[in-house]
């Protein structure tokens, strides 16, 4: 099933247009986010824990040598460059948390001026209806009618 995207409103700025501004990336920054999100994704991945949770407990079976070269691989040069990929992926996250959150926040501010702009205008239009109504019950004599809308000269229920 094939979702399409909601129309882009003129007030509302897409998140990833306050992702990259300026000037694109070059080939070195394309390659190096391009391997760190599939490296990201290698690593948070299910498959990857039971591979680093087997095979030290296989390789326990084998010679000491093989054992030692394992551990180490395991161990510190695994942190040595998965821990900084982890930085790396954080630190992407709270980008696009970022650009979420600045693009919500234009957006309720967008609309919180639109509800404000109309409020006014069913004031003003709850004015002119009361006033009208004054001059209307100025002309008519006081019977049914008048009494029918003077039931309009509370405040609006805004």
Known sequence: MHHSQPPQHDSVVHPCELLAPGKPPGRVARANEWLAGHLATVFGLVWTVWVFLTVPLIVLLAPPGIRAVVFYLASG??????????????????????????????ALTHIAGAADETRERIHRVYDLLTAQQAADATLMPPGPSVGAINHMTEEPPL
Do not use: T
């Not at 695994?78 to 234009?106: C, E, M, T």
């Open 77 to 106: 040069w695994i942190q040595l460059w998965a821990l900084p990929l982890f930085v790396y992926v954080g630190n992407r996250l709270q980008k696009s948390s970022d650009a979420q959150s600045d693009v919500q926040h234009h």
